[in-house]
T-cell receptor, first 117, second 112 residues
Framework: GAGVSQSPSNKVTEKGKDVELRCDPI?????LYWYRQSLGQGLEFLIY????????KSGLPSDRFSAERTGGSVSTLTIQRTQQEDSAVYLC???????????????FGPGTRLTVL | GNSVTQMEGPVTLSEEAFLTINCTYT??????LFWYVQYPGEGLQLLLK?????DKGSNKGFEATYRKETTSFHLEKGSVQVSDSAVYFC???????????FGSGTRLSIRP
């Protein structure tokens, strides 16, 4: 079946602009995650959704970052007033069950490469 | 807190060489352990996993055994190919947590 998809694959924006990144999880997966991959910081967790609610937002780096999920499916990560340090690859993952199930496996999308000029 | 430490790269080997990439972890509970691989220009792919002590995960000729006594999950392959050139990430997930904690990644390059 189809894997996790993300759009756009690349986004170039100017400092101070807002951006929206989209994630389509694997059908039937209740849990959705956002991570960020940058040169200096490696792979960092941002936020976790179970259904439409976000019980773990502990990785969001500032209040300029927000995310929502609707219909238990598609998720959007929004970065307001982008800064150069936001440049990174933003990865989305989904899993069948979510937190509390130790054997649950996360499957990753191809990522969105964000460049802030 | 939970953490993963993996060997620094880059690692360069000749084709058909034996590969080991070391990974050790720190965890308060009994985590699941993973190896993910990122091929050039592609996203993260799950390579293999192990969910309890002494489990062996295997895929595409790669193996890793969950060693609780040494808190390790070393990745091995008996004979590497050029197509194995990629970045390999060791990772853990605590059963009660949502997030995966990743190591810093090891870049592997295989010479023909």
């Amino acid at each position: 079946g189809a894997g996790v998809s993300q759009s756009p694959s690349n986004k170039v924006t100017e400092k101070g602009k807002d951006v929206e990144l989209r994630c389509d999880p694997i059908s039937g997966h209740t849990a959705l995650y956002w991570y960020r991959q940058s040169l200096g910081q490696g792979l960092e967790f941002l936020i976790y959704f179970q259904g439409n609610s976000a019980p773990d937002k502990s990785g969001l780096p500032s209040d300029r970052f927000s995310a929502e999920r609707t219909g238990g499916s598609v998720s959007t990560l929004t970065i307001q007033r982008t800064q150069q340090e936001d440049s990174a690859v933003y990865l989305c993952a989904s899993s069948l069950a979510g937190a509390g199930v130790g054997t649950d496996t996360q499957y990753f999308g191809p990522g969105t490469r964000l460049t802030v000029l | 807190g939970n953490s993963v430490t993996q060997m620094e790269g880059p690692v360069t080997l000749s084709e058909e060489a034996f590969l080991t990439i070391n990974c050790t972890y720190t965890a308060t509970g009994y985590p699941s352990l993973f190896w993910y691989v990122q091929y050039p220009g592609e996203g993260l792919q799950l390579l293999l996993k192990a969910t309890k002590a002494d489990d062996k995960g295997s895929n595409k000729g790669f193996e890793a055994t969950y060693r609780k006594e040494t808190t390790s999950f070393h990745l091995e392959k008996g004979s590497v190919q050029v197509s194995d050139s990629a970045v390999y990430f060791c990772a853990l997930k605590d059963g009660s947590a949502s997030k995966i904690i990743f190591g810093s990644g090891t870049r592997l390059s295989i010479r023909p």
